[in-house]
């Protein structure tokens, strides 16, 4: 089984729509993160959490919320998505010590 | 804001030879960390070398660093077809509190 899991793992969905994508790890780390990627970019920070009490905003914060639900589990919303929130979306987790981040296998979410 | 540009964007070779992809960044890090993505999937961790080391090994990878022009290079010895991906850096500064910055990548082509 994947040790990072996101759900789901394609979604087409019309401007305005509210969106959750999920993701949960059974790695039992303490820090989650959410990035998105564009075609031929590198990935970009959008939230990211490092206990279940702690969220902090990434580098293209606006436009999308989470929450964490348990250290298993850290969901990414867009609360009315736009066209240009078209991408690839990755959930990473880590542990404290060791900044190596592990991937779940990503979402492509296209906004119509 | 990228914090690690790689170069060459984009690179060809035959099965056999070796493939070498450079690494700039910005700030004063305490590592820098390459990753793998084979299309449309989520990165995978290759190796990290913390700030204080000058060279790592791992297998058929090689990644020295030069703190003092900011800059990474990754070394893959004997290239095979399976190593066809992109690959990122990713840079752990003193300022971002454990979050990692990545590059845009370089795509690698093997060509059997």
């Known amino acids: 089984d994947a040790d990072v899991t996101q759900t789901p793992r394609n979604r087409i969905t019309k401007t305005g729509k509210r969106i959750m994508l999920e993701c949960s790890q059974t790695k039992g780390h303490d820090r989650m993160y959410w990035y998105r990627q564009d075609p031929g970019l590198g990935l970009r920070l959008i939230y990211y959490s490092f206990d279940v009490k702690d969220i902090n905003k990434g580098e293209i914060s606006d436009g999308y919320s989470v929450s964490r639900q348990a250290q298993a589990k850290f969901s990414l919303s867009l609360e009315s998505a736009i066209p240009n929130q078209t991408a690839l979306y990755f959930c990473?987790?880590?542990?404290?010590?060791?900044?190596?981040?592990?991937f779940g296998p990503g979402t492509r979410l296209t906004v119509l | 804001s990228q914090q690690g540009e790689e170069d060459p964007q984009a690179l060809s070779i035959q099965e056999g030879e070796n493939a070498t992809m450079n690494c700039s960044y910005k700030?004063?890090?305490?590592?820098l960390q390459w990753y793998r993505q084979n299309s449309g999937r989520g990165l995978v961790h290759l190796i990290l070398i913390r700030s204080n080391e000058r060279e790592k090994h791992s297998g058929r990878l090689r990644v020295t660093l030069d703190t003092s022009k900011k800059s990474s290079s990754l070394l893959i010895t004997a290239s095979r077809a399976a190593d066809t991906a992109s690959y990122f850096c990713a840079t752990d500064d003193l300022t971002s509190g454990s979050r990692l910055t990545f590059g845009e990548g370089t795509q690698l082509t093997v060509n059997p």
């Open positions: 990473a987790t880590s542990l404290p010590s060791y900044n190596e981040q592990f």
């Open positions: 700030t004063s890090i305490n590592n």
